[in-house]
């Protein structure tokens, strides 16, 4: 790296891939289990002489689960990539071979690489509609988001808990509207029936969008008090700097968020309700990448050091 440099942009692009998996595997299973819930399966088939209309919201809701697997894949596969640009840089700055770095790596690479060959299998085989998949999805995610929590330091504790709360918030909002809303947005469903799912999901997805964003809440100031050190190092340094950046956006994300709560989300069940509320969770998606951005970058920089 060039001495003069504080970060290098391919470390700061695999680390966003690697935010971008925990992102994708995480917010699958939060749609799966926080906003369809047990809408799925054979229990969900109506009947014959059911309410036609229960028997398309089932249909839709498969769908939509179906395509939350499909971006559970891809999450998947940039979990794979970012696992490999780490042992492609530690191999190069100790001048070893790929192999021997990951030898090197231990029980921590191998169960990685195992958590990441068993959620390939489980989420393709939930993508071909097997519900029963989708259960070993949901514990081997947690897994590998939580692998680091008994480091024994507090980074390695606070950390996995930051990421996994953002993207329980942000990751589920991204499925919700790429999955969820769009599925419901598709001619195969009646406009009643679509403001009604629509407005289900939505409401179901505000419980673990809270929970999500508490979680990001508490674990960031730990991180961020523990990287700074002294209050004034949040305006001194360039990891301050790219903090505040960053606490700004945030800021911006949970305005939206509270803008649909308060007045996007009434109108929800009402005609026009489901393109509005995916105009504006568009909108805060687009903002969420951005903080995305600064977060790799932030753990790309160095932290600030204590004056002697």
């Avoid at 794979?80 to 790596?105: C, I, N, P, T, Y």
């Amino acid at each position: 790296m060039d001495p003069k440099a504080l970060f290098e942009w391919r470390d700061v692009t695999f680390q966003y891939i690697g935010f971008l998996s925990s992102f994708a595997t995480i917010g699958a299973i939060g749609f799966r289990y926080g906003v369809l819930r047990d809408g799925l399966g054979p229990s969900a088939d109506p009947g014959p002489s059911a309410d036609p209309g229960a028997s398309v919201d089932s249909a839709t809701m498969g769908v939509a689960a179906r395509r939350a697997a499909g971006l559970g894949l891809v999450g998947v596969g940039c979990g794979g990539v970012s696992m490999l640009a780490g042992l492609l840089k530690r191999a190069a700055s100790k001048h070893q071979e790929l192999v021997d770095v990951f030898r090197a790596g231990g029980a921590p690479a191998i169960a990685q690489l195992v958590l990441l060959a068993l959620l390939l299998v489980a989420f393709w085989l939930a993508w071909r509609g097997r519900a029963g998949s989708w259960p070993v999805a949901g514990a081997g995610a947690l897994a590998l988001a939580l692998r680091e929590v008994l480091d024994g330091r507090i980074s390695g504790m606070v950390n996995p808990l930051h990421v996994l709360g953002a993207s329980a918030w942000l990751g589920t909002l991204f499925v919700l509207v790429a999955c969820g809303i769009g599925a419901y947005l598709e001619p195969a469903a009646s406009g009643d029936e679509r403001e009604r799912s629509v407005a289900r999901m939505v409401n179901r997805f505000a419980v673990i969008g809270l929970g999500g964003a508490t979680l990001v809440a508490l674990t960031g100031v730990t991180t961020a008090w523990t990287h700074l050190k002294v209050l004034d190092a949040l305006w001194t340094t360039p990891y301050g700097k790219v903090l505040m950046a960053k606490l700004g956006l945030v800021a911006l994300v949970v305005g939206l968020g509270g803008w649909n709560w308060r007045r996007v989300g009434p109108s929800l069940g009402a005609p026009g309700g489901a393109q509005r509320i995916q105009r504006t969770a568009t909108t805060e998606l687009w903002i969420a990448g951005a903080v995305l951005l600064l977060t790799a970058i932030l753990v790309s920089v160095p932290s600030p050091k204590l004056p002697h």
